[in-house]
């Protein structure tokens, strides 16, 4: 099997980007180093459980749907200690609104996963220190432990979800876009 130089690909896609929107390479740079320098920064319990929760309601979802929905997401799952503690009452009020997205599984991983927040906080002291208890910037095997054990604890973040989140909190990894791992899977 041959080696892809995966680096020049990307360089390459990133050049033909660049060219396609007739940015200049600062203009470029600008607009799009941040999204290639991402940084682990501790982040509040409840920065940590937004980015989850989002991650259950885009998962499988057309992104632009979801992002509409977002201030009811946000109305009804602000606060992670508050959203453990629902019961089905609220849940069916959640599901009757007329601006929530109807997903009942999604409604209820978000619940359960702020149980499993909360129990973790409670353990640990906060999320990050969680997170920095399997040293994820020392190997990357530890990164990848880590992924394996947020997708036990938590609903809906597996598989490509898992390094959606990964990278949010500033990682080092990417998260597979569908196309590009399809191609990448047609040249091996």
């Given at each position: 099997m041959k080696a892809f130089d995966y680096k020049t690909?990307?360089?390459n896609v990133e050049e033909s980007l660049r060219?396609?929107?007739g940015l200049t390479i600062n203009e470029f740079k600008?607009?799009?180093a941040t999204l290639k320098a991402l940084k682990f920064q501790q982040k509040s319990d409840q920065e940590y459980f937004d980015l989850l929760k989002m991650i259950v309601f885009y998962s499988g979802f057309n992104a632009a749907t979801v992002t509409k929905k977002e201030a009811t997401i946000n109305k009804y799952f602000g606060d992670f200690s508050k959203v453990a503690i629902?019961?089905?009452a609220m849940i069916a009020k959640i599901l009757s609104d007329q601006e929530m997205i109807k997903n009942r599984k999604k409604v209820n991983a978000v619940i359960k996963n702020a149980r499993k927040f909360l129990e973790i906080v409670k353990k640990h002291g906060s999320f990050h220190k969680y997170l920095e208890s399997f040293s994820p910037t020392?190997?990357?095997e530890n990164l990848m432990i880590l992924k394996e054990e947020l997708g036990c604890q938590f609903d809906f973040l597996s598989g490509v979800t898992g390094f959606h989140f990964l990278m949010d909190i500033g990682l080092n990894v990417i998260k597979p876009d569908r196309v590009i791992t399809r191609i990448f899977k047609r040249l091996d």
């Amino acid at each position: 099997m041959k080696a892809f130089d995966y680096k020049t690909i990307f360089t390459n896609v990133e050049e033909s980007l660049r060219l396609h929107f007739g940015l200049t390479i600062n203009e470029f740079k600008e607009k799009y180093a941040t999204l290639k320098a991402l940084k682990f920064q501790q982040k509040s319990d409840q920065e940590y459980f937004d980015l989850l929760k989002m991650i259950v309601f885009y998962s499988g979802f057309n992104a632009a749907t979801v992002t509409k929905k977002e201030a009811t997401i946000n109305k009804y799952f602000g606060d992670f200690s508050k959203v453990a503690i629902y019961g089905d009452a609220m849940i069916a009020k959640i599901l009757s609104d007329q601006e929530m997205i109807k997903n009942r599984k999604k409604v209820n991983a978000v619940i359960k996963n702020a149980r499993k927040f909360l129990e973790i906080v409670k353990k640990h002291g906060s999320f990050h220190k969680y997170l920095e208890s399997f040293s994820p910037t020392a190997s990357f095997e530890n990164l990848m432990i880590l992924k394996e054990e947020l997708g036990c604890q938590f609903d809906f973040l597996s598989g490509v979800t898992g390094f959606h989140f990964l990278m949010d909190i500033g990682l080092n990894v990417i998260k597979p876009d569908r196309v590009i791992t399809r191609i990448f899977k047609r040249l091996d």
